[in-house]
Nanobody
Framework: QVQLVESGGGLVQPGGSLRLSCAAS????????MGWYRQAPGNQRELVTT?????RFTISRETDNNTVYLQMNSLKPEDTAVYYC???????????????WGQGTQVTVSS
């Protein structure tokens, strides 16, 4: 099995910054992609990218330790959501790719 563990969420004032981390562990032969999604109350889960954030968010990845980061700057109240890490993983040589999710971490932007 594969586990994704997120950290770094919390309460931040508008205009502030947060950095989320997600580490993958377990039976991993290779990771195809790692990224971030978010889901606000009443909304569908959506992909988080630099483009969709208007350039405020940056995603980076450390392949050696199976970790992905989400640096969020100039946060707005509308960024409030549960943020989920996602990884597409191959667990053995020549095996299929499987989709895994973290448990989610709450980000609240409020004064």
């Amino acid at each position: 099995q594969v586990q994704l563990v997120e950290s770094g969420g919390g309460l931040v004032q508008p205009g502030g910054s947060l950095r989320l981390s997600c580490a993958a562990s377990g039976r991993i032969f290779g990771i195809d992609t790692m990224g971030w999604y978010r889901q606000a109350p009443g909304n569908q889960r959506e992909l988080v990218t630099t483009m969709t954030s208007g350039g405020r968010f940056t995603i980076s990845r450390e392949t050696d330790n199976n970790t992905v980061y989400l640096q969020m700057n100039s946060l707005k109240p509308e960024d409030t959501a549960v943020y989920y890490c996602n990884a597409v993983v191959r667990t053995r040589v020549g095996g299929a790719l499987y989709n895994y999710w973290g448990q989610g971490t709450q980000v609240t932007v409020s004064s």
